[in-house]
């Protein structure tokens, strides 16, 4: 069976199981310097205060080092009461190509979308657990003390976390499969 076939099952699986009243929420990523960003996604799964969307990668992209191809599923989990989200990329046989970390806050979920801040700093998660912070470099120097410590403790602790993080999301990703 070819890869793009694994693929497609795998989706069209993934949109049998979704129910059929199945929501599409607009993503809004605003960043530090006020960019909005807007990606439609459909709502996996939702509960009081967090959600998880799927969003398939319309186009290669790299992260730091790792290759996400096209088709490439991306369930991205968000809370309100956590100071990060994460998109899980999972490759065409149900595989951890990635956990994508990003330090945020202002997460705000709605009905028919979800709104976060982009705080700059990301960490990303490798499918062995090892993890590396990214653009940590690219931090504002006008940026407050206190949001410049708040972000690197989200990054800290990310680190620290990943691996029970990784193991956290995958398995609820799993369910989702």
């Known amino acids: 069976m070819t890869t793009m076939m ?14 059929p009243d ?8 605003e960043t530090l310097s006020g960019e909005r960003l807007k990606f439609c996604c459909d709502v996996v799964d939702r509960g009081q205060n967090w959600l998880v969307v799927l969003y398939i990668v319309p186009e290669e992209v790299v992260l730091d ?3 996400i191809p096209r088709g490439t599923l991306s369930f991205g989990y ?10 899980h990329f999972v490759g065409s046989q149900g595989q ?13 979920i709605r009905e028919d979308k979800i709104y976060w801040r982009d705080l ?5 998660v490798f499918p062995d657990g090892t993890g590396r ?13 206190i949001l410049a410590d708040s972000i690197l403790d989200t990054a800290t602790t990310l680190i620290a976390t990943r691996y029970s993080l990784l193991t956290e999301l995958e398995t609820k990703t799993a369910d989702y499969l």
């Open 6 to 19: 694994t693929l497609t099952m795998m989706i069209t699986t993934l949109r049998l199981s979704i129910p």
């Open 22 to 29: 199945k929501k599409h929420v607009l993503e809004i990523k």
């Open 65 to 67: 080092s790792v290759k």
């Open 78 to 87: 968000f809370w309100e009461d956590r100071p990060y989200n994460a998109y």
């Open 96 to 108: 951890t190509l990635a956990l994508y970390c990003n330090v945020s806050d202002s997460t705000c």
């Open 120 to 124: 700059m700093v990301d960490v990303l």
């Open 133 to 145: 912070v990214l653009d940590i470099n690219e931090l504002p120097e006008s940026l407050s003390v």
